[in-house]
């Protein structure tokens, strides 16, 4: 029964690709991305903010540290993910953002001064091939004569700057909760999203993109991570993160029911050599890299 937590978590990220996906067509990306944080803001403040105002004192050394978080995560991790629905599948969105761990990995190497194992190498070139595989629809060498598409370059960004992201919160560790972290990063990530959804065409939701605010908001913001905190709580991050690594199998599988994307031969084998890369490159990293990068993927997708 406690395996449900973590399983729940991964379905409810592994939905929001499709999320990403459908908001394209229903509601522009600067505003989507604005009521995502706005509405999840208004769930969570009842009962983070008295705790919130408790520990100021507290929390006002790192307001610094926090915005810059909140600008990676939470402004442009997810505004990337949104304009790249425009232009890419939910197929190849999930894919992709199964390379942050392998990112990492390699990112605490100049940032937390971690050394890379063979393994992470060896992992990095099999994802890497893995993802030419997929993006070049089964040609590897297709970067020689065709551009990647947008969409893509913006996801591919987008796992960089996620991937920083988690680095960045081993590197600055902070005595606060994980609660009280998803919520500082969420005001600031408002504030952030002010103008940019104030440059939107159209400045009020649309009614089609209600439902999809509310998965973004409720679930993938506020339900998921206290889910996968809960799992963490109950059988610990280890066993968490093997969880993590079902997240682009779902997504694949939701866009192929939901959305009637065709999956093709190169998603599965370049897709399959992705999660294989990733997995290979955290099996000496798992108690010392990711047990820390899990913990705080509350804010994630």
């Given amino acids: 029964m406690v395996y449900l937590f973590p399983l729940f978590t991964v379905f409810i990220w592994g939905g929001n690709s499709i999320v990403n996906k459908l908001a394209a067509s229903a509601i522009e990306p600067s505003a989507m991305s604005f009521y995502r944080w706005f509405f999840a803001m208004l769930v969570l403040t009842p009962f983070c903010l008295p705790g919130v105002i408790k520990q100021w004192k507290v929390i006002k050394p790192y307001l610094t540290k926090l915005a810059f978080l909140a600008m990676l995560g939470m402004v442009l991790n997810q505004s990337l993910g949104y304009y790249a629905g425009l232009t890419t599948t939910a197929s190849n969105m999930s894919l992709i953002t199964s390379l942050v761990p392998l990112l ?11 050394r890379i194992s063979v393994l992470s190498i060896a992992g990095a070139a099999v994802s890497l091939v893995g993802l030419a595989y997929m993006l070049g629809e089964g040609d590897m060498l297709f970067f020689v004569h065709q551009e990647v598409t947008q969409g893509d370059a913006l996801m591919l960004l987008a796992a960089a700057v996620y991937a920083t992201y988690c680095v960045l919160l081993k590197r600055w560790k902070m005595p606060l909760s994980n609660w009280t972290l998803i919520y500082m990063q969420g005001l600031f990530a408002v504030a952030m999203l002010t103008p940019l959804w104030l440059s939107s065409e159209v400045l009020l939701p649309t009614q089609a993109s209600l439902p999809l605010i509310a998965y973004a908001g409720l679930l993938a913001s506020v339900l998921a991570p206290w889910m996968w905190v809960k799992a963490i709580d109950m059988i610990g991050a ?40 990733v997995i290979l490159s955290q099996v000496k990293l798992k108690s010392s890299t990711q047990k820390p990068l899990d913990n705080k993927k509350a804010n994630l997708y």
């Fill in 104 to 114: 990492s990995v390699f990112l605490s190497l100049p940032l937390l001064g971690k």
């Fill in 238 to 277: 280890d066993s968490s993160a093997m969880f993590m690594n079902l997240l682009p199998v779902i997504s694949v599988t939701l866009a192929a029911s939901w959305l009637g994307e065709t999956i093709h031969r190169y998603h599965f084998v370049g897709g399959l050599m992705v999660i294989s890369g």
